[in-house]
């Protein structure tokens, strides 16, 4: 294929990134980068004239129960049964070097 990437190409684009790249890291990379270009070439030859815009491939709706107040466990039962409770809240171990 004459519109392949070159090895030139790669080492230009890594030179620009700023990537030091081995011989054979380059030899891959075309490569690699070759077969993502083709790929890509065949997205865009792909008729999509009659295709909507999506920003999803399935329809998806809000599935989000409705917010209501239902009763609950005690308060002052549960932190009764904490192993340190503190100002009517449970009290946790230190996270950022706190100290307790």
């Known amino acids: 294929m004459s519109d392949r990437i070159t090895r030139d190409e790669v080492i230009h684009v890594a030179r620009l990134a700023r990537l030091e790249l081995a011989p054979d890291e380059v030899d891959a ?8 270009l083709e790929h890509a070439a065949d997205v865009e030859s792909l008729e999509v004239d009659d295709v909507a815009p999506t ?4 329809p998806l ?7 209501e107040v ?5 308060r002052d039962e ?4 904490a192993p340190f409770a503190e100002d009517h809240m449970f009290r946790v171990p230190p996270v950022l070097g706190e100290e307790p």
């Open 29 to 36: 990379f075309t490569e690699q980068l070759a077969r993502v």
């Open 70 to 74: 239902t009763p609950s466990i005690d």
């Open 55 to 58: 920003s999803h491939p399935l």
């Open 78 to 81: 549960v932190l009764a049964q």
């Open 61 to 67: 709706a809000n599935v989000y129960r409705a917010d």
